[in-house]
């Protein structure tokens, strides 16, 4: 009897397992996980001297590795990178020397608000004139811009392109600098010569200095020049910022101001991207962290990134507090 039973149900199972089996075969697949949103690039500007390669390799380095943002390194000069960071196009440059940008710090900054200071970057700068301290050691005149305005020690610099005039050797013409200005405006017999950018001017240096041979040029500090060559940087008559506010009428005529470095971002990118922006307003180091890491570059022949790579390795504790 109970086999008989089963027999006359089997129909019905097989029809209920068929219809389960069918079921099944027509459900809509389960979805995949979503991939996680790619995140945004980050696009960092890099201007044309080491401190500013080198500042940038550590930002990117970190940015990529530990944010996950891929990152876009552009290369730009520090007066064209206002505008591009304005419209954003760009996001942040992480070394702005304020003494030669107030007008776009007051048109971009306080004016449209369409830039943002990022806060101190920490290196404190000086840029100014400098030469050899042998050429001090013999004409100890020329400790001080009133040195060069007797005609015979300027024209100690004078070259094939100067003539007369003692030659005073300035940097990439996209750098601020004021010599056109200061020069004739404290009257001294000395012509402007642009070499073109950084490496320039160290080559120039570095092949004056194995003669003994005079040269005054523009520079700054931090830079590991001043660990490679002894240097005297000339005095100038004091900075004063009624001194620069004639700078739009040609009338400056004393030194550059210390510079306390700065950074800039792109007024969007805390809504773009607000881990980045966190870790950028946190990014923070001293100006002899940024010496070593030029030193590196200019003196070992290493790359921005392998020297940036080596401070990251060494100074763990600093960059993950500046983390989000």
Known sequence: MLKKCLRSRWPVVLAILMLGLLLVACAPPTPAPAAPAAKPVIKLVENPWSGSAVNVA?????????????????????NAQWAALAAGDLHASLEVWPSGHAENVAEYIDGQKVVENGGLLGPVGEIGWFMPKYMVDQHSE?????????????????????????????GDPSWVQYEEQIIPNLGLPMQVVV?????????????????????????????????????TQVE????????????????????YPSDDLF??????????????????????YTTMDQIQMIAAVELESKTAEEAARAWIEANEA?????MP
Do not use: M
């Open 58 to 78: 550590v930002a990117k380095i970190l940015i990529q590795e530990q944010l996950g943002h891929p990152v876009e390194v552009v290369t730009l000069d520090e």
């Open 142 to 170: 020329l400790a001080t811009w009133e040195g060069f305005k007797n005609p015979e020690l300027a024209k100690l610099f004078a070259t094939a392109e100067t003539g007369d005039k003692g030659q005073f050797l300035a």
């Open 195 to 231: 070499a073109g950018s950084e490496e320039a001017i160290l080559a120039a240096l570095s092949a004056a200095y194995s003669r003994q041979a005079p040269i005054l040029f523009y520079f700054w500090t931090p830079h590991s020049v001043h660990a490679q060559f002894d240097l």
């Open 236 to 255: 100038l008559p004091a900075y004063s910022e009624a001194c620069y506010a004639k700078s739009d009428s040609g009338g400056v005529d004393c030194a």
């Open 263 to 284: 950074k800039i971002f792109w007024a969007g990118l805390q809504d773009y991207a607000p881990d980045v922006y966190t870790f950028l307003k946190n990014f923070n």
């Open 318 to 322: 600093t960059w993950k507090g500046w």
